[in-house]
């Protein structure tokens, strides 16, 4: 549950615009069964708004978005891959 303040300004990416920006976020390989489920990426894609809106370090992330290092790291991933530049085209594109 999010707290007052803590994220639940960006708490959701909008069903609209995720539905336009989700397949452009490359499908990650399944790992084993052992260890904790993945963060969904939607809830990634929230928290690495409300840091990049916030300026927050990844570590003070609020819970509600996975880790502060899951983030961060899928951010890093993301960011290799191109994501954001696709993104922000694909989103120029729609609203020109």
Do not use: N
Not at 26 to 51: F, I, Q, S, W
Not at 58 to 84: E, I, N, Y
Request: aromatic fraction near 10%.
């Amino acid at each position: 549950m999010i707290c007052p303040g803590h994220g639940a300004k960006f708490r959701d990416i909008p069903d609209d615009l995720w539905e336009q920006i989700a397949p452009l976020i490359p499908v990650r390989r399944k790992k084993t069964l052992r260890g904790r489920p993945p963060v969904p990426d939607r809830e990634v894609m929230a928290g690495t708004v409300y840091r990049l809106r916030t300026g927050c370090q990844w570590k003070a992330l609020p819970r509600d978005f996975g880790s502060g290092s899951t983030c961060h790291a899928r951010f890093q991933a993301w960011c290799a891959a191109g994501v954001f530049t696709e993104i922000f085209c694909t989103l120029r594109l729609e609203h020109a």
